[in-house]
C-alpha cells in the first residue's frame, strides 16, 4: 500500500487463493503433512478454476499460477486433471522465489508487466522460475516463447 499504491486496484481485481484447512481446523495440527496441505491447494485451485470457467459448461483453456512453491506446479497439474471437459488446457506456471529480495521482486515485477501477455497468449504449457540467474532465466524465456514472439528476451 505505501510502496506501491497503484498496484492495489489491480490486485483486487485478481482472484488469489489460498490452501486452507477445513474451515473446522484453524489451529495448526502436528499431523498434517506435505499430502494432506498439497490437497488443499489442488482442492482451492480446482474450485477457483471451476467458479472461473463454470462448472462443466466451459472448456478449459489457459490456467496460470503465479506462485512461490513448487507445490503450485503440482497442485494445478492435478486439478486440471479433473477437469469436466476434456480439451486441451495450457498450464501455465510461474514460480516467484521463496526469499526475493528488493532486486529480485524488482526484476520478477519488470519481467512480469512485459510478458505477461505473453505467456497468456502461448500457445502450450509454460514453467518459468524466477529465481534462475539472470541469464539462464533470459535463456529459458527465450526458449519457450522466442517462437511466438519474434523478439529478443532481455531481463
Known amino acids: ?3 506501491i499504491p497503484g498496484v492495489l486496484p489491480l490486485l483486487a481485481k485478481l482472484p488469489i487463493v489460498y ?6 481446523e484453524t489451529v495448526v495440527n502436528p499431523n498434517w503433512d506435505e499430502t494432506t496441505m498439497l ?25 496460470i499460477t503465479i506462485g512461490d ?16 471437459t476434456k480439451g486441451t488446457c495450457r498450464c501455465k506456471f510461474l514460480k516467484l522465489p521463496q526469499e526475493p529480495t528488493i532486486e529480485s521482486i524488482s526484476r520478477t515485477t519488470r ?3 512485459e510478458w505477461l501477455p505473453i505467456f ?5 504449457d ?3 522460475d524466477f529465481a534462475m540467474a539472470e541469464d539462464e532465466l533470459a535463456d ?3 526458449e519457450l516463447l522466442f517462437d511466438r514472439c519474434q523478439t529478443d528476451v532481455t531481463v
Open 19 to 24: 490452501a486452507r484447512p477445513p474451515s473446522s
Open 126 to 128: 509454460v514453467e518459468v
Open 1 to 3: 500500500e505505501r510502496f
Open 69 to 84: 512453491s513448487a507445490w503450485d506446479m503440482e497442485a494445478l497439474m492435478e486439478a486440471v486433471k479433473q477437469r469436466p
Open 140 to 142: 529459458t524465456l527465450q
Open 120 to 124: 497468456v497468449h502461448f500457445d502450450g
Open 111 to 113: 519481467i512480469l508487466t
Open 39 to 63: 490437497e488443499w491447494k489442488e482442492e482451492s485451485m480446482y474450485t477457483a478454476i471451476a467458479e472461473f470457467y463454470g462448472h462443466g459448461t466451459r472448456s478449459w483453456k489457459n490456467v
